[in-house]
Every structure is written in structure tokens, then in C-alpha cells.
């Protein structure tokens, strides 16, 4: 396995607060990254799994349509 050196940005805060996360579970940030590397670069879903799903969620029922407002608030 080839490994290469790779450099991000972010908030010195989130920095931080990744490193104690990582603390507290005995490992180190960089093993802590290069788990989710590994699980964003493998979490490709196929159109056949997407329908799949829509089949099996095909029984849900909102009894009506959403407004486009209703939908996005939080």
C-alpha cells in the first residue's frame, strides 16, 4: 500500500475538537481521517439499490404535498 501526504484547512476549533474526539477513543486523528476516507471513498450507492429502496419505502404516505417552504425549514 502506497501512502501519500495530504494537506487540509479547517477551523482551528474543529481541529481541536476532532483531536480530543479522538483522544477519548484511543487513536489518533490521522487513523480517525483515514477511516472516514475510507468509508466517503466506498459510499458510492447504484441506481438499482436507490429503487430498491423507493420500492421498499413505497407504503409511506404523508396524506399530502409539502410546500416548498415547509420542506426546507429547520
Known sequence: MSVRNVTFSADDAAIERGRETARSENRTL??????????????RVSRAEVEALYRKLSYVNAGRKFTREEMNER
Open 30 to 43: 490521522n487513523d480517525a481521517f483515514r477511516e472516514w476516507l475510507e468509508w466517503y471513498g466506498s459510499r
